[in-house]
């Protein structure tokens, strides 16, 4: 088919034709870094926490009374005593704080006591002996902490620990050599830790976008949090029995100690429900991407439908003349999908420089955003055509069904 025709009736319709062109050109922009975003908060919602979370709950406790660090510290012994015999429960420990929970405590990482520019921000755990195992972390490296290690905590106290587990993106980090079990490392203090063990995967507490430069960079201490504010329990039920032991852990404390208080609304949750309330706002931004892009594809894909019925509306008698002349069927259609190619290519290639403009202004204002990789523009490119193709085929279809005798009435 000849292009030349076809270029000079789309300058005799310039304004439809750059109208339709620019919002191809605006959609490939939109939509291609939408796509992107979309894939990355995916990819974030999905991250590995490391633990065993089908089979975990948190507890939030606080004391109703004000406790010394030694009184305190004997109500935890009891605690732990009183939920290891609640039905369906397999073992619990103690913490400061546990991954994915929302929030980190966090503490600078350096490799001498002199250095000032941190190597890492890793997430600090208080944990107990029973920590690793409770939360079903793999150990890869090294051991577990012994009971004797462990050190209780009160208000305004400080201990500064001599061991430490952490994560192998940790280990990773501070030792790149890969020799980091028996290394030192500190943290804010001047005593060093020593690396005892290696986790494969134990991610922040923390999981918004200032943490992304840490992810997955935590260590866990032997120290249990023995403070009047309270701590949280985490409980690892049996397998298939998590709902039935979420019920009665709390009425066994309650039973053991009527003075403490558990939030109704946070004092107790499955990691199902902290998994979804870690990532409410990736999803809903995952949505709202989800929907503009949809928004934009249909009214893009309606513009071109209403565009190229107009324009067979007008050329009516034009076509009926070509036909007369012995065009066929397939010639009109041709004719109308050609067309709708040319403007197609024409809105993407304008759109490839928005979509690339857009993405470093986007990279440039938000540190989260990556630059968007080749694959992303080119699958727009492809989607843009085939719909462009798909939206134009229905009016074209009609076009080549105007028959010849169009030719003999009047303009």
């Not at 065993?52 to 004391?63: A, C, S, T, Y």
């Amino acid at each position: 088919m000849q292009i030349q025709p076809i270029l000079a009736a789309l300058r005799r319709h310039k304004a439809g034709t750059v109208l339709i062109a620019l919002q191809i050109a605006l959609t490939l922009a939109i939509v291609c870094n939408a796509l992107f975003i979309i894939h990355q908060r995916l990819v974030h919602i999905n991250e590995l926490s490391g633990v065993d979370e089908p089979n975990l709950f948190v507890i939030g406790n606080q004391w109703g009374e004000q406790y010394s660090t030694q009184e305190a510290a004997e109500r935890i012994q009891q605690d732990l005593v009183t939920l290891r015999q609640v039905p369906g429960v397999q073992d619990v420990t103690t913490a400061n704080n546990y991954p994915i929970r929302g929030n980190s405590n966090d503490n600078f990482i350096t490799m001498t006591p002199e250095q000032r520019a941190p190597t890492s921000d890793a997430a600090f755990y208080m944990g107990d002996a029973n920590f690793v195992r409770t939360l079903g972390l793999k150990l890869i490296a090294g051991r577990d902490f012994r009971p004797e290690e462990v050190r209780d905590q009160g208000l305004r106290q400080s201990v500064v620990p001599s061991v430490a587990i952490i994560s192998k993106a940790m280990a990773d980090k501070l030792f790149p050599h890969g020799d980091a079990l028996g290394q030192h490392f500190y943290a804010m203090t001047p005593n060093p830790i020593t690396v005892i063990g290696i986790v494969d995967v134990l991610q922040r507490g923390d999981v918004g976008t200032w943490s992304e430069p840490y992810a997955g960079e935590s260590m866990v201490v032997p120290v249990r949090p023995a403070e009047p504010f309270g701590l949280y329990y985490v409980v690892r039920a049996k397998p298939g029995q998590l709902a039935e032991a979420m019920r009665a852990a709390p009425k066994a404390l309650y039973k053991e100690n009527r003075m403490r208080m558990i939030d109704p609304k946070d004092g107790l949750l499955s990691y199902a429900e902290i998994r979804r309330r870690a990532f409410e706002s990736d999803r809903g931004m995952a949505i709202l991407m989800s929907v503009i892009c949809g928004v934009l594809l249909a009214i893009t894909a309606a513009g071109i439908v209403g565009l190229t019925s107009f324009w067979v509306g007008q050329r009516r008698r034009q076509i009926g003349v070509r036909r007369a002349l012995g065009a066929t069927h397939r010639d009109i259609l041709h004719y109308f999908m050609t067309e709708n190619l040319l403007i197609s290519l024409g809105g993407i290639a304008i759109g490839v420089l928005l979509t690339f403009g857009l993405n470093l202004w986007l990279v440039t204002h938000f540190d989260a955003l990556k630059l968007l990789p080749l694959t992303y523009v080119l699958s727009g490119i492809a989607l843009l055509l085939l719909l462009g193709q798909g939206a134009v085929f229905a009016p074209a279809l009609r076009a080549s069904r105007v028959p010849p005798v169009e030719a003999t009435r009047p303009a």
